[in-house]
């Protein structure tokens, strides 16, 4: 039974998290009693706002809101809030990978979505969310990175994708996949103009951002 291993596994892994760590790195550690709250919580799929223990609170998404991109979106679930732009420009392809295009994800922490971001206190934060990202989105089941490529050992797209934490409240990764995957589904590309081959060949940008 799927949900009956899923209950048990996040039982098992709020037991190994809370004992183990302080949560969400705060300096308030849970007490015993409050353990067993949420422990007996998981078993019996019921949260304290009435939420099972698999459902998400209501998710705010727009598309399309940052002027100057080529893709952006935003999303909000609980008190977590990011957003997400995509700039896109022609480069030369990979020598190891002549045949794809490129995805650079980039992720930044707002000094005013917590105070442990302020300073340097977000770095450890901000390359591991890009690590993650990147490692997602870098795989073939996620994008076709084939379609970024424009002429084949030569020119492709690559897109770069600047992820923005403007509040932080938890869900951290899940927030920040659904904006992301959101601005890339409505990234739209110009169209480009190939002329000529080898040292004649000649590329031409479209300017509409839309085509």
């Given at each position: ?23 969400d790195n ?21 949260r304290s ?57 980039t992720a ?104």
């Open positions: 039974n799927y949900r009956h291993h899923s209950h048990t596994f996040h039982k098992q892994w709020y037991q190994r998290r809370v004992r183990a760590h302080d949560v705060m300096t308030t550690r849970l007490s015993n009693a409050e353990i067993q709250y949420i422990v007996d919580g998981v078993e019996q799929d019921f706002d009435g939420r099972g223990a698999e459902d998400y609170r209501q998710i705010e998404l727009e598309t399309r809101i940052l002027p100057n991109t080529n893709g952006s979106a935003r999303c909000k679930l609980g008190k977590t809030e990011v957003l997400v732009g995509v700039k896109a420009e022609v480069v030369d392809v990979d020598v190891h990978a002549p045949h794809i295009g490129k995805l650079v994800i930044d922490c707002s000094a005013v979505a917590s105070p442990k971001f302020v300073g340097k206190g977000s770095e450890v934060l901000e390359n591991d969310l890009s690590n993650v990202l990147s490692f997602l989105y870098n795989s073939t089941n996620t994008i076709s990175l084939k379609d970024l490529c424009i002429v084949k050992g030569e020119s492709c797209w690559q897109l770069h994708v600047d992820v923005l934490f403007v509040q932080c409240g938890g869900n951290l990764f899940d927030v920040a996949s659904i904006a992301l995957k959101a601005a890339l589904y409505n990234t739209t590309l110009p169209i480009v103009k190939v002329s000529g081959e080898g040292i004649e060949m000649e590329m031409e940008v479209s300017d509409d951002p839309y085509h």
